[in-house]
């Protein structure tokens, strides 16, 4: 049997490694929330790890947001 994920501590400790923060949430909506209300780092660029499933929900709530908001939050 293959494994092919990660626990979130790997991938945390993984990131500390290259000098990168990382936050862990319940779930992508209050995930994708925080990233874009993140004032610290200018990048627009969000890292989303897991399942096709999760950056297919991350696609659905990033449409249905009003574009506006979005870019002024990022």
């Given at each position: 049997h293959f494994h092919r994920g990660h626990s979130v501590e790997g991938?945390?400790?993984a990131l500390a490694q290259c000098g990168?923060?990382?936050t862990?949430?319940?779930n992508i909506s209050e995930a994708l929330q925080a990233a874009m209300n993140?004032?610290?780092?200018?990048?627009p660029a969000i890292l989303l790890t897991g399942s096709l499933y999760?950056?297919?929900?991350?696609?659905?709530?990033?449409?249905s947001s009003s574009q506006d908001v979005l870019f002024e939050k990022m």
């Amino acid at each position: 049997h293959f494994h092919r994920g990660h626990s979130v501590e790997g991938l945390r400790d993984a990131l500390a490694q290259c000098g990168m923060t990382s936050t862990v949430h319940a779930n992508i909506s209050e995930a994708l929330q925080a990233a874009m209300n993140d004032k610290q780092d200018s990048s627009p660029a969000i890292l989303l790890t897991g399942s096709l499933y999760l950056v297919g929900e991350a696609l659905a709530l990033l449409e249905s947001s009003s574009q506006d908001v979005l870019f002024e939050k990022m």
